[in-house]
């Protein structure tokens, strides 16, 4: 057969050659028979070499394998329908906090959270949100969350926990003892309902709502003049004129007050009204920073002064409501009594009158008093569930000594950090036979407690929360992450235990609340139901409430009060703006957020004002001794411009004692506090001595002057109606303009709006995967922020103006970073962004050095490899972590702009304007940043920075910035030096 | 003819005299002895401790540096907004040591200056060892030094090329090339001297190094020829250098949009500066060698003090520079030039101003005296202070520009850590390593050319050999 096959030739030599010729040709392709062709230096042929060589690279790569990271991969045989891998969903879901509740979107990437902004479908939040909202997805992923419950130290599991917390509850319910519940605020009807069954089933049950931070002069003012506990919730959209009696309502929780207040503020044109802040207040809060006037008052003088112009107002009293004679306050300037008093009267219902949270009861009446006598129309007045005061706590610590209770249970509280007396405290919890212990993050109150069991994180649980007309939900956006259960779940649990016929899971009892109390109207209910997990909320029947009837006889006595003053130091306690109670202090995010006014990190030094500091001789970080009756606390000062003389200033939830993050930060405050005292949170005959030694503070800014620099173009309303627009005309260069031929980003920046909240410094730092560095390295000036908010001062130390200005990178046309980069690591994108290699860039620094507004951030040290699951999975995956020894800066969210532009062509569209917000933009509760197309002549920021109000920083320099700020404009009611 | 010289000698002041090259009587024999037998004898007690010292430092500096490498820059003070601060101080101040060198061996050689003999080589010895010890600071400064070698034009994968319009670039082209060069012109010159050194030394091992890298110099007439012409040559490329390296890290500063740094009077200035600092260096470093190798007959009085005269005139040359930086600032009405300004004579580093300014204008002013600028008191004090001062006039240039620029809200202070002074005295440590390792191994003054000016050496005017 095999002759008879035709014998092909392949080349003329094959047919021409020998049949030996022909058999080693055919050899060739023969396994094994090159025996003969053997290398005479090494003795093993060509192809055995090649196995060889083959064999090792397999036995190299096998044994590289590292077998100890071995784990089962399995692809999803059905990919869930909603996870579209590269492709972020979001959630709506509500943030809690004690007395507030913010409804947000979580965005999530392949099943897992990595950033949260305001809900944009609320009606009031329009998309913002409060930053500790946007900080606290970094607690999801603390390191430290409990992984399952515990049991006397020990792990143990759910079932076992149920059973020792159901048999003590049991056995108390038999003993008839009593059982202490301790929680802090809450805004869910859900829980409340859920804790009302708890009550009924067991009635020994004694349920404390307690948030220790907010002060407890609010509740009993409302109480004393309306005979409820209710909540004013400042609705500012049409108020002329607000005055602040130490309210500081800016300060970023409410952003709602931040959108209606600068609605006002940014005149369109023809300039002509803006509404006019007059805040008097202790220390320099943020409100106090944006007021167009603003008078240092110390606060224990507040109420007195609200009961002057009450007074002096010339409207009619309420009915019953006496006031004896009062004089104008001395230091304040007679002319700018008369125009207080002038504006009131002038804006009458627009008009309001707010009081913080901090302060004593008769300034909250003095500021209700005014209010009523204005018939302000700004105040939407919400029903406030009726908190326990230290005094309750104090009770409670009472009878847990005598061995009233026979069980505690913490939920979501802290008491052994926040209860002034933390030792009697816990000598007094001794006593209790079943001590139960609920939260996310173990805690001091954690540590005396048997029973420890971890709750669910917000994000991974289920609740609603009631929201004036709206009731918002609050859906799992994760699985739990760990063996935990949320708190509700627990209570549940111990229905269960007591017999009562309890729901499931908290789910289903929300779920069939719902059902049965919230549905209303012609939809179906899982409609209805899916309807409400979409948008986040759903708009109940809930009527406005009416102010209850201004009972006038309380004036008197608040008055009398009022009119006691104190003439050592006083002593202000407020939450910490970024740990509040204590609660967050585990959050590197807030721990390393600037405070808006003093820009220090990582602490709460005490506030004080210059004047005192000088007489005193004490600079930035010196330490002083406070002693307030007997207790002492050693701790760093801080000289505050604009502080009022006499007073001091010092943030709550410090100096945390467990936690990986929090421990040993800032000092603990609740200690100074007496409990018998009404009002708590402001603390009288406060002596003050210097002590030994510095600490030094971990300041972001330590410059606070523009020392006569352009900077910061600022105007009233007045004069500004009288500038006249400069020519726009760029600087000569001998550069040739950069063309660009489709887009060309830009940003402006409306000072005016701006309030300085610092809100856009962490939605840029979750947007932008920026890792924070700790205290030390913020004190050396390594902060990784990418936008910070500049504050200076200008003026007298004693009230100086304050002005804000958010600082990114300006992404100059003539970059002065891009040309001395000598690896081109940054250059220059065809839509105008200046953008950053990460993977290029070696480091040399030049770049920053060359940069005016010092804008770029340098991985001085390590700061992102160590890190691995559960905290990397905060990252978003859209952008680069960087490692050390590379320079970073703001990109103008470029991914977000890839995002919109992919989308566009997928929908055969141009981009619209609108379409790309950056992170900062987006989370900007003012919405003072405004990004968009400078090449499109119709584009919000093009049209805006054409304004008169238009400015570049640093012009003069010749970068061409992109970014265009808009002049700060003031309404001051007295001309500037008066 | 001979009658017109003498006269013209007589009319000569003192000052325009030639130098007279030595002291006493030297012949080739005894220069030989003198210069070249140094390598033949046991190094002196003195010796050993000195080398004990500066080794210690160059480890613990080098030690400092691998912990650097290890953990990142972020154990230096550097922070933002001062992003360079020891290292390019030490960059630039070990570049402007290299100055010198360069400058007396190629410049003077080119003028014909034969006075410079006698300290061309030590000088140019000291230029290699000062760019090597700047070389380390740009390699070590950045973030990531493994990647370093990004800064250099070479073909890759990628088809990235540098930044060829960054100052930085320029600084890997004008250094690199500057020490190729440097140490081309020094090797050069050494060629006769080793090779009267493998053809004295009767060690074997000896003889067989001094054999293969005196690269088979036998002194024939064409090996002359061919050496002088080179050696023309390279001072010419080396003349073009001295005055181009510093110019090129001028432009580090001068290009940038840093008050303080943006200058047109940079480039002129860091180079009479990197001459002035140079020049202190030699003098420092020749007052020791001449004393301890016993070469005063060599290196003279009179060469000191003509240094000690160019100390003193780019001194001047610094006041004018100083007085130039305020005039721009006032002048140019420029608030932020005038606040940096302001701060070199009176902000938080003002007394770093005022050292710079008393160390490098005032102090060297005593020169004017030609007793300052003959004892070795005085002289040892100047170029101390000058040292000093050109350190310090780059922290003054390079922290005091950058601790305060434009926006107030970024300003801070800076605060250099143990690490910074670590690698600072390190490469002292590595620079008088090489220099005491050079002082015994190759010889410190070049016999070759000293030869040439001795007595009856040369061919004089009018036939007669002097």
Known sequence: MREEQPHYWRSLEERGASPEALQAAHDELKPGTLAPADSPVTGISRRNFLGLVGATAAVAATAACDKSGKAFVVPYTKRPKEVVPGVANFYASTFPEGTRSYSVLVKTREGRPIHITGNDEHPGLKGKTSPRALADILRLYDPERLRGPKLQGH???????????????????????????????????????????????????????WEPALGEGAQEAATAVFGTSLQLKPRLENAKVILSLGADFLNGEDPEAIAAFTSQRRPAEPVKTMNRLWVFEGPLSLTGSNADQRFPVPPSRLAALGFALAKDLGLPLPAGAQLASLPAPADIPAEAWRKLLEDLRSAGSGAVVLCG??????????????????????LEVRPAEPLAGLRDLEAARKDMASGKYAAAIFWGVNPVHAFPDAEAWNAALAKVTTRVWVGLLEDESAAGCALVLPE???????????????????????????????????????????????????????????????????????????????????????????????????????????????????????????????????????????????????????AISVADAKFLGLQDGDRVELAVAGRQLSLPVLLQPGQAKGVLALALGYGRTV????????????????????????????????????????????????????????????????VKKKPAADLATLYPDLQFPEHKWGMVIDLSACIGCSTCVLACQSENNVTTVGPEQVAKGREM?????????????????????????????????????????????????????????????????????????????????????????????????RPRGVMEKCTFCVQRIQDARIRAKAENRPVLDGDIVPACAAACPSQAIVFGDLKDPKSLVTQLSRTRRGYKVLEEVGARPAITYLADLKNPALEVGE | MKAETSTMNAEFP??????????????????????????????????????????????????????????????WGNNSPVFWAFDIINFVFWVGIGHAGTLISAILFIFRMRWRNAIARFAEAMTIFAVMCAGIFPLIHVGRPWLAFWLFPYPNQRAVWPNFRSPLLWDVFAVSTYFAVSAMFWYLGLLPDIASMRDRTANKWRKLIYTVISLGWHGSAR???????????????????????????????????????????????????????????????????????????????????????????????????????????????????????????????????????????????????????????????VAVAVTVGMWFERFVIIVISLHQDYLPSAWRLYHPTLVDFGILLGSFGLFFTLVLLFARVLPVIATSEVKGSLPGSQPRPGGEHA
């Open chain 1, 155 to 209: 792990s143990a599991t759910w079932a076992d926990a149920e059973k020792v917390l159901n048999t003590a509850i049991a056995n108390a319910k038999q003993a008839g003892k009593a059982i202490l519940l301790l929680t802090g605020a809450s805004t869910s009807p859900t829980r409340k309902a859920l804790l009302a069954e708890l009550k009924a089933a067991l009635p020994t049950l004694e349920h404390l709502a």
């Open chain 1, 357 to 378: 949270a901090a302060m004593p009861a008769e300034a909250h009446v003095a500021a209700h008093l005014l209010n009523t006598m204005l018939e302000s129309k700004c």
């Open chain 1, 659 to 722: 936690g990986g993050v929090a421990k040993g930060i800032g000092v603990n405050a609740f200690p100074l506090i007496d409990m018998q005292s009404p009002c708590p949170n402001l603390i009288h005959d406060v002596k003050l001595t210097k002590g030994k030694g510095r600490t030094q503070i971990p300041f972001t800014q330590n410059h606070h002057r523009m020392d006569g620099r352009d900077l910061v173009h600022s105007s009233s309303l007045v004069e500004f109606a009288k």
């Open chain 1, 785 to 881: 922020h990418w936008i910070r908010i500049d504050r200076y001062y200008e003026g007298s130390e004693e009230n100086p103006r304050v002005v804000h200005q958010p600082m990114l990178c300006q992404q100059c046309d003539h970059a002065p970073c891009e040309n001395v980069c000598p690896v081109n690591a940054t250059n220059h994108s065809p839509d105008g962004l200046n953008q950053m290699a990460y993977n290029r860039c070696v480091g040399t620094r030049y770049c920053a050095n060359n940069c005016p507004y010092k804008v770029r951030r340098f991985n001085f040290l390590e700061f992102t490899a160590y890190k691995t699951e559960p905290e990397s999975l905060v990252y978003n995956p859209e952008v680069t972590v």
């Open chain 2, 223 to 381: 090996h002359w020829q061919h050496f002088e012409k080179a050696y023309l040559l390279l001072a010419g490329l080396a003349t073009g250098l001295v005055l181009s390296v510093h110019s090129v890290v001028s432009f580090d500063f001068a290009t940038s949009v840093v008050p303080g740094w943006h200058m047109t009077i940079f480039p002129p200035y860091f180079v009479a500066g990197a001459i002035f600092a140079g020049f202190a260096m030699v003098v420092l470093v020749l007052v020791v060698v001449r004393e301890s190798m016993q070469l005063k007959n060599l290196i003279t009085l009179r060469h000191l003090e003509v240094m000690n005269k160019v100390i003193l005139g780019m001194s001047c040359l610094m006041g004018y520079s100083y007085a130039m930086e305020g005039f721009t600032a006032w002048y140019s009405q420029n608030v932020y030039l005038h606040h940096t300004f302001l701060n070199i004579i009176g902000g938080h580093y003002g007394w770093a101003g005022w050292l710079t300014i008393s160390c490098n204008i005032f102090i060297p002013q005593l020169l004017w005296f030609k007793k300052c600028r003959t004892s070795y008191f005085w002289m040892i004090l």
């Open chain 2, 14 to 75: 003192d000052i325009l005299r030639e130098i007279p090259l030595l002291e006493g009587s030297v012949t080739s024999g005894s220069l030989d002895d003198q210069v070249l037998g140094v390598t033949d004898r046991k190094p002196p007690r003195r010796w050993f401790v000195a080398m004990a010292f500066t080794s210690t430092l160059m480890l613990l500096g080098f030690g400092f540096i691998g912990y650097t490498i290890y953990t990142g820059i972020g154990v």
């Open chain 1, 456 to 606: 669910h994180h917000w994000l991974e649980a289920w609740g609603d929360h009631e929201d004036g007309a709206l009731l918002t939900l609050q859906q799992p956006t994760v699985g739990a992450l760990y063996d935990t259960r949320q708190g509700e779940e627990v209570v549940l649990a111990i229905l269960r235990g007591l017999g009562a016929a309890a729901a499931e899971d908290y789910r289903a009892y929300l779920h069939d609340r719902w059902a049965k109390d919230v549905h209303r109207g012609p939809v179906p209910f899982e409609r209805f139901w899916q309807a409400a997990l979409h948008d986040g909320f759903v708009k109940t029947d809930a009527k406005t409430l009416a102010l209850p009837a201004f009972r006038g006889d309380a004036v008197k006595a608040m008055a009398e009060q009022a009119r006691k003053t104190s003439g050592a130091f006083e002593l202000m306690l407020r939450p910490g703006t970024q740990v509040f109670d204590g609660r967050y202090g585990n959050n590197g995010w807030l721990q390393e957020l600037p405070d808006p006014i003093t820009k220090a990190t990582w602490g709460n030094p005490l």
